[in-house]
T-cell receptor
Framework: ETGVTQTPRHLVMGMTNKKSLKCEQHLGHNAMYWYKQSAKKPLELMFVYNFKEQTENNSVPSRFSPECPNSSHLFLHLHTLQPEDSALYLC????????????FGPGTRLLVL | AQTVTQSQPEMSVQEAETVTLSCTYD???????LFWYKQPPSRQMILVIRQEAYKQQNATENRFSVNFQKAAKSFSLKISDSQLGDAAMYFC??????????????FGKGTHLIIQP
């Protein structure tokens, strides 16, 4: 595997379910990010992890819970979501130096019923 | 907070022609980075080109070039010799240089580029 991978690619869940999104980067980066892409809004930054430490939480509701066990893996735990949380969730990674490019995964398309 | 504005929801260009996508941004910072990303129907975000704010020279990558006007806070993307594979959503993005390197990107709403054969 190369680059940034995300699983699952598609997810349908009820509002009472608990699910997790997984992101893995194979680029040797040490910063990882979660973004949300909704149909009618710009991509929104959700969380930033820098060397496994969360450095930014962009006012995200607590029903989204990130976890970064190491520099290569990032999870987004979901529980009691709302239909308006349906979106494409994108993971990205980068080096933490200078102006390094963020590399994105293919995203997880989430539908909350 | 920084904002990024892309005023063209959709643009159409004939194959082999040149097209320019507009982007303006608002910031009080003097040092930052600007990016153009491409998102084809596969949804994979791909970096097209990037610019450091302290560099006056406009970045170029093969058929892609930017017109960076720092005073006007403008960062347009020019695609020369447009190809069918260029059809995608194009996003302009801003990243602060003050956060130590792990800053999130602020995106515009995107421009849908259509290539007419």
């Amino acid at each position: 595997e190369t680059g940034v991978t995300q699983t699952p690619r598609h997810l349908v869940m009820g509002m009472t379910n608990k699910k997790s999104l997984k992101c893995e980067q194979h680029l040797g980066h040490n910063a990882m990010y979660w973004y949300k892409q909704s149909a009618k809004k710009p991509l929104e930054l959700m969380f930033v992890y820098n060397f496994k430490e969360q450095t930014e939480n962009n006012s995200v509701p607590s029903r989204f819970s990130p976890e970064c066990p190491n520099s290569s893996h990032l999870f987004l735990h979901l529980h009691t979501l709302q239909p308006e949380d349906s979106a494409l969730y994108l993971c990205a990674s980068s080096q933490v130096k200078g102006w390094e490019t963020q590399y994105f995964g293919p995203g997880t398309r989430l539908l909350v019923l | 907070a920084q904002t990024v504005t892309q005023s063209q929801p959709e643009m159409s260009v004939q194959e082999a022609e040149t097209v320019t996508l507009s982007c303006t941004y608002d910031t009080s910072e003097s040092d930052y980075y600007l990016f153009w990303y491409k998102q084809p129907p596969s949804r994979q975000m791909i970096l097209v080109i990037r610019q450091e704010a302290y560099k006056q020279q406009n970045a170029t990558e093969n058929r892609f070039s930017v017109n960076f006007q720092k005073a006007a806070k403008s960062f347009s993307l020019k695609i020369s010799d447009s190809q069918l594979g260029d059809a995608a959503m194009y996003f302009c993005a801003y990243r602060s240089a003050s956060g130590g390197g792990a800053d999130g990107l602020t995106f515009g709403k995107g421009t849908h580029l259509i290539i007419q054969p």
